[in-house]
């Protein structure tokens, strides 16, 4: 019964690899997120999605493309993997200003 | 442009002792203000929040936060602190006219308990 799911939790892979981190809400809310998690407990919101349509993309390099393929899910798609992608991936969701709920997070380490 | 300033990145106390971790914000509209837990390896979890009812809001954990208007605050306290209450805080602002409701969030304060 997890509200905000991801897979996988942790992620290891090469420079210059191509990786994908799924999501998946059972909430019934509209909008979803991701968020970005750096060394330094810093978080920094990179998109959202609502109804499956984008509404924000924050200055984010377009080797990162989020897929929407229905208001439950919200993938995040990074080609050309660097070492600076290394951080903690959220994705989150809410409903109307409630507040978002967070997923466990997806630890990535570009090596 | 929406900020939001926490003062002091690690706070220490006693168990037992009283918990405040403050949170400042600047915004041209009041936001809707929210506070976030996160222990160690683990997402976010939402601890409170104030949209625009009554400014003391009462979160999980006994935890309260008291939203100023003229002070533009927002700080967390807790009466009496446990040991589990060790993690990262994190204040969080979120637009009220802006229909993504994106969270800008604070630097975090690591709250530590002493024994």
């Known amino acids: 019964d997890t509200a905000v799911s991801q897979t996988p939790k942790y992620l290891v892979t090469q420079m210059g690899n191509d990786k994908s981190i799924k999501c998946e809400q059972n909430?019934?809310?509209?909008?979803m997120y991701w968020y970005k998690q750096d060394s330094k407990k810093f978080l920094k919101i990179m998109f959202s999605?609502?109804?499956?349509?984008?509404?924000i993309n924050e200055t984010v390099p377009n080797r990162f493309s989020p897929k929407s393929p229905d208001k439950a899910h919200l993938n995040l798609h990074i080609n050309s993997l660097e070492l600076g992608d290394s951080a903690v991936y959220f994705c989150?969701?809410?409903?109307?200003?409630?507040?978002?709920?967070f997923g466990p997070g997806t630890r990535l380490t570009v090596l | 442009a929406q900020s939001v300033t926490q003062l002091g990145s690690h706070v220490s106390v006693s168990e037992g002792a009283l918990v405040l971790l403050r949170c400042n914000y600047s915004s041209s509209v009041p936001p809707y203000l929210f506070w976030y837990v996160q222990y160690p390896n683990q997402g976010l979890q939402l601890l409170l929040k104030?949209?625009?009812?009554?400014?003391l809001v009462k979160g999980i954990n006994g935890f309260e936060a008291e939203f100023k208007k003229s002070e533009t605050s927002f700080h967390l306290t807790k009466p009496s602190a446990h040991m589990s209450d060790a993690a990262e805080y994190f204040c969080a602002v979120s637009d009220r006219e802006d229909s993504s409701y994106k969270l800008i969030f604070g630097s975090g304060t690591r709250l530590l308990v002493r024994p």
């Open positions: 999605y609502n109804n499956k349509e984008l509404i």
């Open positions: 909430l019934g809310h509209d909008t």
């Open positions: 104030y949209t625009s009812a009554a400014t």
């Open positions: 989150a969701s809410s409903q109307g200003g409630t507040g978002e709920f």
